[in-house]
């Protein structure tokens, strides 16, 4: 993981009860025990290793509206209004600048992705628009012109996940919530037919409302209820150069690269048109759910069979809550970090601009990204298990969303009045 993650000191022994129980300390279970405190809401929140120590703190900080569903751009509206405000409510710099983004095509069949997706947000006033090559050498100057066009929105931005969660964390205490690393929930208690608490590795703690927002571990937390989320793992890797000279502080997107801005002055930098997507035992029982993602995407999908494959097949599916789990196994999942991915990522971010010939790596990292099938998050209660309610699923893009999804499954929790219209995110839709 990235080495500038700002580590936070939690409480460590779990209390007897409380009302809500957030399992899972990336930045939507952070977000949501934020606005719980805020309210007064007396609530928990266990990460079973580190605040944002996973997917939280390994993204690349972009906050786009820029090629989101349509369906989900209201979401990403009300987290820049969010974001806007946020160094102001947690009192400190989370590195949230409005700096835009922009993605290039280099072809017409790329272009015209473009332009559907801004017919398609025509009635949403994002300020998107359409680029010629000259206003892209205008806007980030220096490059060797290889471009069709490009679509950019100005409002749209990034922060510093190291940072983010981590600060908000610390605010959410702040504000009364009670966080504890290294204390993974092994289950849910229930009487009378609903949640009566969460079952730690400390023991138990009554509770009346629990929120998972387990990021890439909610599938096997709801198998071993007998619940069925639709996710699949894929794993992304990134490298932070040292400070150097750029073209642009906005935000960049090329059909096989993407850098952004750090705010040590060095650029984070990712392979755009590829992941890798490492077999698991899930990909052969709910892999049919994703046949359009796997025909649109296979060329982007680096599939391999590996040691991924048999270390997730002994990895237990169902477990008693009397024993180590899994989520005790596994307190950061590390995953393998694809260099030969880096060194393609950074070459062809200097075939497009040649100041990134001078480009050093400081370090380098993988994370991994749970995506569902049509590539949006699941916030919802889960109508089998009356008392739970699901934050998760975000497929890659749920940064720079995710203050605003954990409010919004925040107000989920409480039956309070929502912030946005949460039909694109139900349960019941797969
Ligand atoms: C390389 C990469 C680049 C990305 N780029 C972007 C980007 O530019 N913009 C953007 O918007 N998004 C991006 N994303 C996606 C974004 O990082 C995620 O969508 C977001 O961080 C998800 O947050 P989360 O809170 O759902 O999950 P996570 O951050 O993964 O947090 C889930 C937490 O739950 C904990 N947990 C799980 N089970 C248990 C349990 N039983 N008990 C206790 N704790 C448990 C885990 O340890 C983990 O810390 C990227 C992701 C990656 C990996």
Redesign the pocket.
């Known amino acids: 993981m990235t080495s500038k993650l700002i580590p936070i000191s939690t409480q460590t022994a779990i209390p007897q009860s409380t009302s809500v129980v957030i399992?899972?300390?990336?930045?939507?279970?952070v977000s949501a025990a934020l606005s719980l405190a805020e309210k007064n809401i007396p609530v928990v929140l266990?990460?079973?290793?580190q605040i944002?120590?996973?997917?939280?703190s390994?993204?690349?900080?972009?906050?786009?509206k820029t090629s989101r569903h349509a369906n989900d751009v209201p979401l990403a509206q009300a987290a820049d209004r969010i974001w806007a405000k946020m160094a102001e409510r947690v009192g400190a710099d989370v590195g949230y600048r409005q700096s835009g983004i922009m993605f290039l095509a280099k072809t017409d069949e790329q272009m015209s992705i473009h332009e559907s997706w801004l017919s398609s947000v025509s009635d949403l006033n994002l300020g998107s628009q359409l680029l010629s090559p000259k206003e892209i050498d205008k806007h980030v100057p220096g490059g060797r012109g290889m471009w069709k066009g490009g679509v950019y929105t100005p409002s749209d931005g990034r922060a510093e996940?190291a940072i983010a969660t981590s600060v908000l964390a610390k605010a959410a205490m702040n504000a009364g919530a009670i966080l504890i690393q290294n204390?993974?929930?092994r289950d849910l208690s229930r009487s009378a037919g609903k949640v009566s608490g969460v079952i730690t590795e400390q023991g138990e703690i009554e509770c009346d409302q629990v929120l998972l927002?387990?990021?890439?571990?909610?599938r096997r937390?709801l198998g071993n209820m007998g619940v069925s989320l639709p996710t699949l793992p894929v794993v992304?890797s990134?490298l932070r150069t040292k400070p150097m000279e750029g073209p642009t502080e906005i935000a960049v997107g090329g059909p096989d690269f993407s850098f952004r801005k750090h705010k040590d002055g060095g650029f984070i930098i990712?392979q755009r048109g590829k992941v890798d997507a490492p077999i698991t035992l899930d990909h052969l029982k709910i892999g049919l759910q994703f046949k359009d993602q796997l025909r649109f995407g296979k060329d982007a999908l680096n599939i391999s069979l590996g040691t991924p494959f048999f270390k997730d097949l002994i990895m237990p599916r169902r477990w008693s809550a009397n024993k180590p789990t899994p989520?005790e196994a596994e307190r950061?999942k590390n995953p393998a970090i694809n260099h030969h991915l880096l060194q393609d990522a950074l070459q062809n971010t200097h075939q497009a601009w040649p100041q990134f010939e001078q480009a050093e790596i400081e370090e380098s990292w993988?994370?991994?990204?749970d995506v569902t099938p049509d590539s949006t998050p699941v916030i919802d209660r889960v109508k089998a298990i009356p008392g739970l309610t699901v934050?998760?699923g975000?497929?890659?893009?749920?940064?720079?969303?995710?203050p605003a999804a954990g409010q919004l499954a925040a107000d989920i929790v409480l039956n309070d009045t929502l912030l946005v219209n949460p039909d694109p995110y139900r349960f019941d839709r797969f």
């Open positions: 399992i899972g300390g990336g930045i939507v279970g266990l990460e079973k290793g944002a120590a996973e997917q939280s390994r993204n690349l900080g972009w906050i786009r996940p204390c993974a929930v927002a387990g990021g890439a571990w909610s937390f992304a990134v990712m989520f950061v993988a994370g991994l990204i934050a998760t975000f497929s890659g893009h749920g940064f720079g969303t995710g």
